[in-house]
């Protein structure tokens, strides 16, 4: 077998092809209903554009899926750097748009800090942490923010520029997701702490008796996760150009149910960010070809979750079936 | 060989560890020279795996002298006992599933290129070299998941050899191997040897401590008893180290009438955990199952009472068939299974002693599908005052008694079924001398008074004392069923370390 060959073949039976041509057979059936779909400069834009910050949720949510956890406070770490957003530009004139992405890198990566810090060292599982800190981090946006909100024509031009513009007909936001996705990709696969976040998720007894950095490398993977909940926060301003203390409600279920569609494995050890990301393509694209195709709006909720049992039965399938083909393969 | 002036690979003297006021190790003293394959040996409890958890830089000691090439050195976690050169291979293999063979080789210190990135093609090619220097053939891009246990423990090995490992600990390796798995396992282990490194090898088969060892070091209830070339010992000598006791006088063994067969078991078998069981029991006799931990003894009782599956073989109480997997049914014939771990399995350990008491017996205690606290108590105090539970009162949270007392709690639980069979694992497991008597004395009065009772234990002289007969198991079969008259430590432990054909010869 050549190389070419064994590619082919890699991409045929990887996990990922099937969420891509899912994808595919979407965007092709409302693309036939109706042309504009995708074949229109604003049909294109959003098909790209719409899924592109809950992409950078999901491949942060897949990072810490794959160490057998799970981070429910990304919604609220959004929206609470979201407000940030704005509040710096109206509370420092002039400040450089850069120094903002900064500051919301930053701030969402501490609040991730702190998700990690409590699972990493209280030793309680991390469904029960972040579910605690999506209620306590959007309590803190809710008191913050009170019944105000941030408006458009609170930031600048050139800021909500980057929410709306395309390079080259693709969306700024879009092209700022795909780099994330790539080096997150590459993190994960050549470097020696990616690799430790998934042998972490396929046996934490075992990781220990390797002797790992367990708590080192939990605490970095729910850093990015924050940190990309962040990134996400200032996209969002920069996209919706309003802010309220409700911004990225339910965002968390959206993320995790994009890279459970993915193929990221919900206990951990294995999947990938690009699965997520394309699952995070999926689930929005989904809701918009629906009402495309005929499907009522109130379906579409319906659609998602039978997605997910979907993806999830698929995946215990497919484990079962590798399963035993491994061990009939021993036996020869 | 290596010069007497040099000193030896690994040396540990008068180590002790407790856990709380659980001692798990007095005196663990050990000394490994390289060029050298070490045995360790010992009855379950003895303090092998504390010892080994310690060098592994799992544990810590309490007191004592741990020295590495003559250095005193501290581990406190295993990444540092790793860095000083010592790889240990548990009983149960300890790999990722999900990543292939070759990353679960060089976990945390893949080789790497420019930008921090695995070299995966140099890790491929040094994974293939090692297989081929081990002799085997195993894909080096395949999944752990679904590898045998013997190649999982190949794969254990390659790591250490990566590691360059200078002291190579396994815990009873061959515990799950076939024959040619052993054998294969034993050349790559000589071949270590004769490198130079120093080897630890724990396990309860004799054979192959004959086989493949040089020295051997025995502990007993976690102390150091002595240390022999193999060449000047002999099986006896060594069972007799381990054993060590006076072993029938503590027991109040009461003569019974023993009358017909009540249980009948025949030809029971679950691929891969126990095969061809069969057996019966008397009423009024106590039938122990011996045999070392994870040889199937549980995995059959738990089988015959019909919580675990099994693909033939048929169950039979006073000629009645027990259907397979119903407990409820099985109960309703007049089984009772105490389970070996009474935390978990035993005990509901949030609710009242009265209420873990009447629990097996709830039905009959309800009206109109309602169970009163009156007649709870009422039933709970028949046995829980038969069994001397010492509880303040009924309500007490089973969970904040004693061991003992815990004990005495689920077997009042059984005993109130009324029970013609009585199925006890491990009943005196962890609890004090005096409470351990009294169970022994309950057992022994109600064989008297005529049930049928099986007792799985890893105690010989509880073993020896107590059973009327002594049904040995070895690697999920029977390997022995030895008279209260012809059972010795010595007959008991032979047959728990040979397959049934050795033990015939």
């Known amino acids: 077998m050549n190389s070419f060959t064994k590619g082919l073949r890699a991409f045929v039976t990887a996990r990922e092809t099937g969420i891509l041509l899912a994808l595919v057979i979407v965007i092709a059936a409302a693309t036939i209903k109706n042309p504009t779909f995708l074949f229109s400069s604003d049909g294109f834009r959003d098909l790209l554009l719409t899924p592109s910050i809950l992409l950078l949720l999901a491949v942060g949510q897949a990072i810490v899926i794959i160490t057998r956890n799970v981070d429910l406070s990304v919604g609220s770490v959004l929206g609470l750097t979201a407000y940030l957003t704005g509040r710096l530009f109206i509370d420092v004139p002039g400040i450089p748009i850069i120094v903002v992405f900064l500051i919301g890198i930053v701030f969402g990566g501490l609040l991730g800090l702190i998700n990690g810090a409590l699972v990493a060292f209280a030793k309680v599982p991390a469904l029960v942490i972040t579910l605690g800190t999506l209620y306590a981090y959007r309590g803190i946006n809710v008191v913050w923010t009170g019944s105000d909100r941030i408006n458009s024509s609170d930031m600048p031009k050139e800021f909500l520029g980057l929410g709306t513009q395309s390079i080259l007909f693709i969306p700024v936001l879009t092209i700022i997701a795909v780099v994330v996705l790539i080096v997150a990709a590459w993190y994960l696969r050549n470097r020696r702490a990616g690799r430790e976040l998934y042998a972490i998720g396929s046996d934490p007894d075992a990781a220990n008796l390797y002797g790992l950095k367990v708590t080192q490398r939990l605490l970095v993977a729910f850093v990015l996760s924050g940190a990309l909940a962040g990134l996400a926060g200032v996209l969002y301003a920069a996209r919706y150009g309003t802010v309220n203390s409700q911004a990225g409600t339910g965002f968390e279920l959206q993320a995790v149910g994009a890279a459970v569609i993915g193929g990221v494995a919900i206990f951990g050890g294995s999947g990938s960010v690009w699965g997520a990301a394309i699952g995070a393509y999926l689930l929005l694209t989904i809701n918009r070809a629906l009402p495309i195709l005929g499907v009522q709006d109130f379906w579409q909720r319906f659609v998602v979750g039978i997605l997910i049992i979907g993806a999830i039965v698929l995946d215990r399938v497919l484990a079962l079936r590798q399963a035993k083909r491994l061990t009939v393969a021993r036996n020869i | ?505």
């Open chain 2, 1 to 505: 060989m290596s010069n007497s002036t040099e000193p030896p690979a690994l040396e540990l003297s008068r180590i002790a560890k407790a856990f709380g006021a659980v001692i798990a190790l007095t005196n663990g003293t050990l000394q490994l020279r390289k060029n050298s394959i070490h045995a360790l040996v010992g009855e379950n409890g003895a303090g092998k795996s504390t010892l080994v958890k310690i060098i592994a830089g799992l544990y810590q000691r309490d007191t004592g002298e741990f020295l590495l090439e003559g250095e005193s050195v501290d581990f406190s976690s295993t990444a540092q006992s790793k860095a000083a050169g010592i790889a240990v291979i548990y009983q149960e293999p300890t790999l990722f599933p999900d990543l292939s063979v070759t990353e679960n080789i060089f976990m945390g210190r893949q080789p790497t290129r420019s930008l921090g990135r695995i070299d995966r093609k140099l890790m491929r090619e040094e994974a293939i070299g090692l297989f081929s220097r081990l002799g085997v053939r195993i894909d080096p891009d395949r999944l752990t998941l679904g590898l045998s246990i013997a190649d999982q423990q190949i794969i254990e090995i390659a790591k250490a050899i990566s590691l360059d490992a200078k002291v190579l600990v396994m815990d009873e390796p061959t515990a799950a191997l076939s024959g040619v798995e052993v054998e294969r396992l034993f050349t790559v282990a000589r071949s270590l040897r004769d490198e130079g490194r120093a080897l630890l090898f724990i396990s309860h088969r004799f054979d192959e401590v004959f086989d493949l060892c040089d020295t051997v070091t025995v502990m007993r209830d976690g102390a150091y008893i002595a240390t022999s070339p193999i060449a000047d010992t002999t099986v006896e000598q060594i069972v007799r180290q381990m054993v060590g006791r006076d072993v029938s006088a503590l027991f109040p063994k009461e003569e019974a009438v023993i009358g017909d067969d009540v249980l009948v078991v025949e030809g029971l078998s679950q691929p891969g955990v126990f095969h061809d069981v069969s057996f019966a029991v008397k009423s009024g006799e106590i039938v122990a199952l011996a045999g070392l931990v994870g040889a199937g003894r549980s995995e059959i009782a738990r089988a015959v009472f019909g919580v675990d599956p099994y693909s033939s073989g048929t169950v039979r109480i006073n000629g009645a068939k027990v259907p397979r997997r119903n407990p409820a049914a099985a109960m309703k014939l007049g089984l009772a299974l105490v389970p070996e771990d009474r935390r978990k399995q035993g005990l509901v350990l949030e609710t009242s002693v009265a209420r873990n008491t009447t629990l097996a017996i709830q039905r009959s205690l309800a009206k109109f599908g309602f169970i009163t606290d009156r007649a709870e108590n009422a039933a709970a105090r028949i046995w829980d005052s038969r069994l001397e539970v010492k509880t303040a009162s009924l309500d007490t949270e089973a969970g904040t008694l004693s061991g003992g007392n815990q004990q005495k709690v689920v077997l009042a639980k059984w005993l109130a079924t009324n029970p013609s069979v009585l199925i006890v694992d491990e009943p005196t497991r962890g609890i004090d001398v005096g409470t351990k008597a009294e169970v022994h004395r309950l057992l022994s009065q109600l064989a008297g008074e005529g049930m049928a009772i099986i007792m799985i234990s890893s105690e010989l002289p509880e073993v020896l004392g107590m059973a009327d007969r002594v049904l040995v198991v070895h690697e999920g079969s029977i390997t022995a069923e030895i008279d209260r008259a012809d059972a010795t430590a010595e007959t008991v432990m032979f047959a728990a370390t040979h397959s049934a054909a050795e033990v015939a010869r």
